[in-house]
Nanobody
């Protein structure tokens, strides 16, 4: 059983930056970030293979967010730049997808960290 712990969320003004961190308690395969805004469904944000050679982003964050990982530390990061109010959500990391594709279910989920972007 792998546990995931997110950190780095907070309140930031529009145009600002935050860096989220997800620390895993053990080895993981592909990892991803999801977000869920109040009253909305959870949505995929970014994913990265274990090798780091393949990364995938939802269109609305391309060019602004960067996902990366450090396998030696069992950690994945999400660097978020040029933040917008519509990026406000609880951001959760996930590890080891159960099915093909990035946007399905994963074996492990973190509790999430709140990101609030003020206008």
């Amino acid at each position: 059983q792998v546990q995931l712990l997110e950190s780095g969320g907070g309140l930031v003004q529009a145009g600002g930056s935050l860096r989220l961190t997800c620390a895993a308690s053990g080895r993981t395969d592909a990892m991803a970030w999801f977000r869920q805004a109040a009253g909305m469904q959870r949505e995929f944000v970014a994913g990265i293979r274990r090798s780091g050679s393949v990364r995938y982003y939802r269109d609305s964050v391309k060019g602004r967010f960067t996902i990366s990982r450090d396998n030696a530390k069992n950690t994945v990061y999400l660097q978020m730049n040029s933040l917008k109010p519509e990026d406000t959500a609880v951001y959760s990391c996930a590890a080891d997808p159960r099915t093909l594709g990035w946007e399905g279910d994963y074996n492990y989920w973190g509790q999430g960290t709140q990101v609030t972007v003020s206008s």
